[in-house]
């Protein structure tokens, strides 16, 4: 090794010790009498100092040349700083290098990113020089707690017997929703390989083999639009199991998320966690991933609002529609009237509202608005009743169907939750959310389409609703949230052909596209298939959420931009003429 220690490592019982440093400069310093510089590497910084006795003139001249980002090596000896120096900031603060030797590795340009600097410049600056962005002190703190959750996932799967897998990356084309990106075959002209979405079907045939624990930190692919949370390449923990209920794969991952949260944050998790239905969750906080961080729950005030003469709220409820509202505690005096109509604005722009009504409760503890006239005062203290208010609290209702309601009404609360700080930064809530439809209907298409995907059981007793009502079957499925966001999804599987073309013939697969899709599930489920089940894990989704991250691309080393492009390789590219040939592709443009 070129260095003998890192620039983390030395503290005050290293002084006097000779020893050697490699790394970046990350900041210089010349006070005349002296140089100082920050050296910096992944481990951290120490203090460097050229100045005589201990440096020579000459290597004190060279080191003036030194400028941001020029890797040196550097031998010297510790000693501790001067009185008064001390840094309490650095894990090295108390002592520094004081030069002997000084090698320039490299020079660098002036970084247009630089790893120190306290503004960042904009995300394509950061992504086209990745190499500088990954400097940056933060970007590797990231990646490291990325390991360590990863490893301390391996870990908690080996010590339960689970075996790890590797599943092809070339595969058959199975559209189950998203987009598949397709690799055109050299061999087989007009035929191509998919890259997975998943290792779904792989994995359950691994059950069918016998292997009754896989586990895997799989790459994953789809083709869809983007955003903050969501790549066109992700890694996801997968796993399944047989002979198991979707308590036992629940019960499984709790034990991880407890492990990790132990290991990575310090943090003590009670088990089991809690669970609630997709249906409470949507009547209780309007979504299903909902944040438990805070309460303001939705509230349903349908009945109240049908004896008002305010038509705005009693034609939503003869029309069929709900009523629903939130109460933000001791929020009156913080949202002026401006603020209101900001909010107003908002959920009519983001989620399609017509409107947003609101009392203030007074401190005498009535209700108080511009439509509180259209209310008879015992029906204002039932709704003030109904949804817990006192003096000091702001009310806010959706009138519209049940899913305009939800959308509303979650994107108020959490809005609501930030702007008044109803959680602390760096509290963490785990909770399921079990038992979601098994289909929804697509009115645009007349069509079933899986909530989850096609190869999910229904809730034991639900069979009957495949043929009779499939909108009210109930899928056994589960999903982990954390913070409101969900980190993890999946079901138990369907083991029996009969049941599996039953469900292909509902979501109008017929049985030769079946066939031709998923012909090798459906001859491996008449082998004997066991009862399975699994979940796949979002690891960028895991670390953006215990890293405290609001964008997923900085869970990862080298992302693309929300145009699935490579800033800094400037993938995709164009391949050459020999290439397509080989291929036996020819490039036409869209418009031809």
């Not at 998320?257 to 966690?273: D, F, H, I, K, W």
């Not at 299903?288 to 049908?306: K, N, Q, T």
């Not at 947003?356 to 003030?384: H, Q, R, T, Y």
């Amino acid at each position: 090794m070129l260095r003998t220690h890192t620039c983390g490592q030395l503290r005050a019982e290293d002084v006097g010790t000779e020893v050697t440093l490699c790394g970046w400069v990350d900041s210089y310093r010349d006070h005349g009498g002296g140089i100082f510089i920050d050296l910096r590497d992944r481990y951290g910084k120490t203090q460097i100092v050229f100045n005589p006795p201990d440096t020579s003139d000459e290597v004190k001249e060279f080191a003036r040349g030194l400028r941001s980002e020029f890797v040196i090596k550097v031998t010297g000896k510790v000693a501790h700083r001067l009185e008064g120096k001390v840094n309490p900031k650095l894990e090295t603060g108390e002592i520094e290098l004081r030069a002997v030797e000084l090698e320039l590795l490299n020079k660098s340009l002036t970084p247009p990113v630089s790893p120190s600097g306290q503004d960042l410049p904009s995300e394509d600056l950061r992504l086209t020089h990745r190499y500088l962005d990954l400097r940056r002190p933060e970007m590797q703190r990231t990646l490291l707690l990325r390991a360590r959750i990863i490893k301390t996932m391996r870990d908690y799967f080996d010590e339960h017997d689970f075996i790890d897998v590797e599943t092809p990356v070339l595969g058959r084309s199975t559209p189950e929703g998203a987009r598949d990106y397709l690799v055109p075959s050299r061999i087989h002209h007009g035929s191509f390989y998919a890259l997975p979405q998943s290792p779904q079907l792989y994995k359950q045939i691994l059950m069918v083999a016998g292997f009754d624990r896989y586990v895997q930190v799989a790459r994953c692919f789809r083709d869809e639009d983007l955003r903050a949370d969501r790549q066109p390449e992700f890694t996801q923990l997968d796993m399944e199991m047989s002979f198991v209920t979707a308590d036992d794969i629940i019960g499984m991952i709790d034990g991880l998320v407890a492990r990790v949260a132990q290991e990575v944050l310090g943090l003590e998790v009670s088990l089991p966690l809690p669970r609630m239905s997709y249906a409470e969750a949507l009547e209780r906080f309007g979504h299903d991933a909902p944040d438990l961080r805070f309460g303001m729950e939705i509230v349903d005030v349908s009945d109240l609002a049908a004896e008002a003469e305010f038509r705005v709220f009693s034609a939503v409820v003869d029309g069929g529609g709900r009523v629903r509202g939130i109460n933000a505690k001791g929020a009156a005096d913080k949202y002026s009237r401006r603020l209101i109509d900001e909010l107003t604005d908002y959920v009519k722009q983001d989620f399609a509202a017509k409107g947003l009504a609101w009392f203030k409760v007074d401190e005498g503890g009535k209700l108080a608005s511009p439509i509180a006239k259209n209310f008879s005062d015992e029906l204002l203290g039932k709704i003030g009743e109904r949804l817990d208010a006192e003096p000091g609290d702001l009310l806010l209702f959706s009138s519209d169907q049940f899913d305009v309601t939800c959308k509303v009404l979650n994107g108020l609360r959490t809005r609501l939750a930030k702007e008044l700080k109803l959680y602390q930064e760096g509290q963490m809530h785990f909770s399921w959310v079990v038992e979601f439809p098994m289909f929804d209907f697509d009115e645009e298409n007349k069509c079933w389409n899986a909530v989850h995907h096609p190869f999910t059981a229904t809730v034991s007793g639900d069979e009957p609703l495949l043929e009779s009502d499939p909108g009210k079957a109930r899928a056994q499925a589960y999903d982990l949230v954390v913070n409101g966001s969900e980190t993890g999804g999946g079901t138990i599987r369907i083991h029996d052909g009969e049941i599996q073309q039953q469900v292909f013939k509902l979501l109008g697969i017929d049985e030769e596209t079946a066939t031709e899709r998923f012909g090798f599930l459906l001859e491996a489920l008449k082998y004997g298939a066991p009862p399975h089940g699994g979940i796949a894990l979002g690891i960028d989704r895991w670390v953006m959420v215990f890293g405290g991250l609001d964008n997923i691309r900085d869970c990862i080393a080298f992302p693309k931009t929300q145009r699935a492009t490579d800033l800094m390789t400037h993938a995709p590219g164009s391949v050459d003429a020999k290439q397509l040939r080989e291929l036996g592709i020819q490039i036409r443009r869209a418009d031809d």
